[in-house]
């Protein structure tokens, strides 16, 4: 497997560990949507993505050093250009869709968490996209 | 759907000493993964690419690649 194969999954699994904990827990009610525990959660949440996300991507760099160092060739460089034009499109669809609970009165934080989520949910797309394309060769 | 661009990568690279797909990728800066992606027919490499491989097996690029239409 190319690193770039391997940094997408490690996109695909921190995105899904991480924001499925903090979505987990506001739709389970564990936590109140609204108040300092969620935000707190929250930051925990994206810090603990930031910190996984660059530590196994540098152990995947560090797994295949010769394409880890190298950059993009043209295939991988369409790759990604494909999966973030239908992640794109994805984040677009999701936005307008915000719409109809927006203009339904929900809370601003209820508003909050669902613009979170149609982000989140785009990442998945972009790194799903990459990896069927890395999988089938393009 | 299948590429109508063919190729005589494979052939080409084990009559030039049993070349790996890696030394081919090596050769012409690209991953071994692309380069099994083009010999597979799965991905059409861009002219520039195309003219870095017939240069690698020192042919013209019609015996590397074929219009198969």
Redesign the interface.
């Known amino acids: 497997m190319?690193f770039?194969?391997k940094a997408a999954w490690i996109t695909l699994v921190v995105l899904l560990l991480c924001f499925g904990l903090y979505f987990g827990a506001i739709a389970t009610h564990r936590i109140s949507g609204k108040g300092w525990a969620s935000v707190h959660l929250l930051m925990q949440c994206v810090a603990a993505f930031i910190v996984l996300q660059i530590g196994l991507t540098l152990a995947a760099r560090w797994t295949t050093p010769r394409?880890g160092r190298?950059p993009r060739?043209?295939?991988?460089q369409l790759i990604v250009s494909r999966s973030h034009t239908v992640g794109y499109y994805v984040l677009m669809v999701l936005t307008l869709v915000i719409g109809v609970p927006f203009h339904a009165g929900l809370p601003a934080v209820v508003l909050v968490n669902l613009a979170l989520l149609d982000v989140v949910v785009a990442g998945l797309v972009v790194a799903v996209a990459q990896i069927v394309m890395?999988r089938?060769?393009? | 759907m299948s590429s109508p661009i063919s190729n005589q990568i494979r052939r080409l690279r084990f009559e030039h000493g049993e070349m790996t797909q890696s030394e081919l990728a090596e050769k012409i800066g690209m991953t071994r993964q692309t380069v099994a992606a083009i010999e597979a027919g799965k991905y059409s490499p861009s002219l520039e690419a195309a003219f870095r491989i017939a240069q690698v097996f020192d042919a013209p690029l019609e015996q590397v690649f074929q219009w198969a239409g």
């Open positions: 190319s770039r194969e394409d190298s060739d043209e295939r991988e890395f089938r060769g393009f």
